[in-house]
């Protein structure tokens, strides 16, 4: 029996424990998230529904073999160096942050400095709703191999791909080029569209040039996407960047498909706009005349 904590509280865990709560072989989920001393207790209720414990001290994590944490990308080094201290010979620490191997590597050597337990990392390859815990997550490092095995066996879905650090992550950002660039893509032929007053037109010709595709959903999907996470999704195509300047590529698609998703963000996010919002009412607000100058000027 398995005993697993979290490190962080958000979305893709939440989703996660709510599966690995009626997973056979999982005798205890734990988790620490900063927001669990919130009074409202929102967070707290959110972890006991799923039949997660809820750690008052990020010290409680040394009671579980397998540590995932799922932090903002920001905070990946810092709570590794909270965490390490805590952690003890035979626990396996897997950051399955959207990080790059830069940041991985250096979440590594942040937990190496403690001494206590394994790391290897992980990238989530897909959004974790509707998946749960069988979002494809690739691993790397030296018992990666190991802990893909073990985490399947509890209902997960890990693929190991190699025993160095930043395998796994190079996949996850290198991909998010292709992934987030047809992001930008539409955002930025949409919106010339809708101010042209030829958006269906442009949906159509699109449609007889890439059949099987329905864009229309697809458009829908990722500008909304843009509008409900487009913070995050700009954080990860930095990271992208810096993935790409490290292995010798100049990131010029990766800055401006941020630049793109960072101002549309801010756009939609000035908008009253309920999720699931469809392209039409997400285009209208990209196409407003009054932010012209916003986009004119990078969004500064």
């Not at 930095?238 to 549309?264: D, F, K, M, Q």
Request: proline share 4%; charged share 20%.
């Amino acid at each position: 029996m398995t005993i697993i904590a979290f490190i962080g509280f958000g979305e893709a865990a939440q989703a996660i424990a709510a599966d690995l709560n009626k997973a056979d072989g999982v005798s205890r989920l734990l988790a620490y998230d900063l927001r669990f001393a919130n009074a409202a207790g929102d967070l707290q209720e959110a972890a006991l529904a799923r039949g997660v414990e809820p750690l008052a001290d990020i010290a409680g994590i040394g009671e579980a073999e397998i540590v995932l944490s799922l932090v903002v990308g920001a905070a990946a080094i810092p709570v590794a160096r909270s965490a390490a201290p805590h952690l003890r010979e035979g626990q396996v620490y897997v950051d399955l942050n959207s990080i790059g191997p830069q940041a991985k590597a250096q979440v590594g050597e942040a937990l190496a400095k403690a001494g206590g337990g394994a790391f290897v990392e992980g990238a989530v390859m897909a959004r974790v709703p509707p998946f749960g815990s069988r979002v494809p997550i690739l691993t790397a490092g030296r018992c990666a191999a190991d802990v893909a095995e073990r985490l399947n066996a509890i209902g997960m879905c890990c693929e190991a791909v190699g025993e160095r650090i930043g395998q796994a992550s190079a996949v996850k950002m290198i991909r998010s080029v292709m992934i987030k660039g047809v992001e930008a893509l539409l955002i930025e032929s949409l919106t010339a569209a809708e101010r042209a007053g030829v958006t269906e037109r442009i949906l159509e010709s699109i449609t007889e040039t890439f059949p099987g595709i329905d864009w229309r959903e697809t458009a829908t999907y990722y500008i909304g996407r843009t509008h409900q996470h487009g913070a995050r999704r700009v954080t990860e195509m930095n990271e992208s960047a810096e993935t790409l300047r490290g292995l010798g590529v100049e990131p010029v698609l990766s800055n401006a498909i941020a630049a793109t998703i960072a101002n549309a963000h801010a756009r939609l996010a000035s908008a009253v706009l309920p999720p699931n919002t469809h392209y039409e009412a997400l285009l209208h607000v990209l196409a407003q005349d009054s932010v012209a100058a916003m986009v004119s000027d990078g969004g500064r």
